[in-house]
């Protein structure tokens, strides 16, 4: 039995909140919306720190590297501000996209970061320079998310075209297609083992494929709208996901059925509108979602039995 309990709800942002990311430091997150600015937020006694520094447009993407002192986010004009903790300042802006960021990842064997865009590129950056090494094209249309494998051997991109495209890290060559979804990818998730590929759509449905041979496992009709966000507890073999239909959903990850759904209707001080990230915090089995409510919840997920 999962039991569920809504510990903390932080307010301060004044729009949206599109996404947030665990920092390197532990016990300290990130958010990112429709606002003037990156919040830092501290989650093992909640509260709001600061506004670590100013924006020019909407956040799409946050991301931390494991492998430097830095907080890079990609906003909807298309740049990607660096901000470094150890100067406490934004030591450098990455120029390349002209329409919106929507994903950052890293690869951090390379020291390489990977961007993706609006515009249907992915670019590729020397973390250490912050040079741009090169970029490619990847769909026609957006390439909305981004997800690495634990071994670093393979890259995989949702695009607004309904694929997924599998990419081989070595030298970026597209190993493989996969193109059974009905709308747009709007979620993806390697498994922590890398024997798996998780999928969620703007069709609500989430699909598990075999990353030996990309062959459909699974397809689970999830949620009732897109499947913004994927995510695999770091140790536990459980899940999360998180809807446009204001529902998570907690899962178990051997045979994908679901535990638990935390939504208002399920009698949860849950969130009012569309959840647009969830990731496991700092804290042993906390849950952190953020929503187009403006609101921030931290929920505590105990697994018995």
Known sequence: MVQIENTATLCGHQNPIFTLENSQKAGIIFTGGNDKGVVEWNVKKPGFIKVIFPVKSSVYALHCPVSAPLLFAGERSGQVDVFNFEEQKIVGVLEHHKLPVFDIKSVPNKNELIVSSEDGTVSIWDIVSLKLLFSFKVSPKTVRVISINPD??????????????????????????????????????????????????RDAQLKIWSTSNYSLIKTIPAHLFSIYSIAFHPYMPYLATASRDKSIKIWESKKYTLKKTISLEKGYNAHRLSINKVIWGPQENQLISVSDDKLLKIWKVDFEG
């Open 152 to 201: 670093e051997r393979t890259v995989a991109f949702g695009c607004k075209d309904n694929t997924i495209r599998i990419y081989n890290l070595e030298d970026y060559s597209l190993i493989h297609i996969i193109d059974e979804h009905t709308m747009p990818i709007s979620s993806i998730q390697y498994s922590p083992d890398g024997k798996y590929l998780l999928s969620g759509s």
